[in-house]
């Protein structure tokens, strides 16, 4: 009886789920989502074409940590926290930031490995989220950069030595 409670249960989760996704957004129908996914799916099995080349995604997370995740179709958020958290790791020490770099190459990897087989959701990728990746590090790293040489000049003698060359 319990089963019968349960899937019961179950049923009218899903009628209402459906119907808040209907609410919220009146063109959603999960046959029709479910329907795009295996097209694309089918495409690229038929053509032999990989949706997300995991390769493609560790050179890019090894360049800019991060960047692999939003190359993937995640959010930038997701993005943003490997790159924070590996920038800060190595600040504090690099061990952590090795493990945050190393988990962002392997997660990259993971996720476009996943979107090819199908065990992953396909996500074109954003183009602004790609700018705004490489923008932020790119920001990031000039702000170290002055922050560091006006911390030399200030508290150390060689900001004489530079005036006078």
Not at 3 to 20: H, L, M, Q, Y
């Amino acid at each position: 009886m319990s089963g019968k409670k349960s899937s019961g249960n179950e049923e009218i989760f899903s009628k209402e789920k459906s119907n808040r996704n209907n609410i919220d957004n009146p063109g959603f129908s999960q046959n029709n989502y479910i329907q795009q996914n295996s097209e694309i799916l089918s495409f690229s099995d038929k053509y032999g074409v990989q949706l997300k080349v995991p390769a493609i995604s560790v050179i890019l997370s090894g360049l800019f940590p991060g960047l692999g995740q939003v190359y993937n179709g995640d959010s930038l958020l997701k993005g943003l926290l490997i790159f924070f958290g590996t920038t800060f790791g190595f600040f504090i020490f690099l061990i952590p930031g090795l493990i945050v770099w190393i988990y962002g190459l392997y997660d990259g990897w993971k996720k476009a490995a996943g979107v090819n087989s199908g065990l992953y959701e396909y996500k074109p990728v954003k183009t602004a989220d790609l700018i705004l990746m490489v923008m932020i590090p790119l920001i990031v790293m000039v702000v170290l950069m002055f922050l560091s040489i006006y911390a030399m000049m200030h508290f150390t003698e060689m900001s004489y030595e530079l005036i006078n060359i």
